[in-house]
């Protein structure tokens, strides 16, 4: 694969401490060229199709942070945030600033249901998925009616509602 013709690795480039690099949109590695991430895409990536879109980052800036002191309030000199140039979330690593992007803003779903083929950012939420889903598992139980949830949140939301709420009493 040459440099982009609109098929190929989707990337974005962001300032580190001046130095530009690359990050691949489907797996977040990092390159400090355009054309590494080029020879990843063709390696890692074979036969995934993604249209290829130059972010304009110039929004994302690296700097020291609050958050970035060390607990004896000395200077962590590695520290640094990165703010998102669409809704200004701050990450302090690219990987999870190039994921947020995907998901949040460019709506990627690279994990997908083989029962429904549904999308997933994260596969972590493909495998809740599966289990609640399709394999119909319940494993968060109420401990007062026994009524069983497939997610934690499911129960503790049932909890409050049912159970803490007077009007339920």
Request: with cysteine; proline share 3%.
């Amino acid at each position: 694969m040459n440099e982009p013709t609109g098929v190929g690795p989707t990337f974005a480039d962001a300032c580190d401490d001046g130095e530009l690099i690359s990050i691949c949109c489907l797996c977040g590695k990092t390159f400090s060229s355009q054309s590494l991430l080029h020879k990843h895409f063709e390696l890692m990536h074979e036969g995934t199709e993604i249209d290829t879109e130059q972010y304009d980052l110039s929004g994302f800036a690296a700097m020291g942070n609050e958050q970035g002191r060390k607990s004896n309030g000395e200077e962590d000199a590695n520290f640094r945030v990165l703010n998102c140039a669409f809704c200004n979330k701050v990450f302090t690593k690219h990987c999870n600033l190039n994921t947020h992007i995907k998901a949040v803003h460019k709506g990627v779903k690279p994990f997908e249901c083989t029962y429904c083929y549904k999308g997933f950012t994260r596969n972590s939420d493909l495998h809740k998925h599966i289990d609640a889903v399709h394999k119909g598992l319940k494993p968060f139980g109420c401990e007062v009616c026994q009524r069983n949830f497939s997610q934690k949140s499911s129960l503790k939301r049932h909890i409050e509602a049912i159970h803490e709420d007077p009007r339920h009493r």
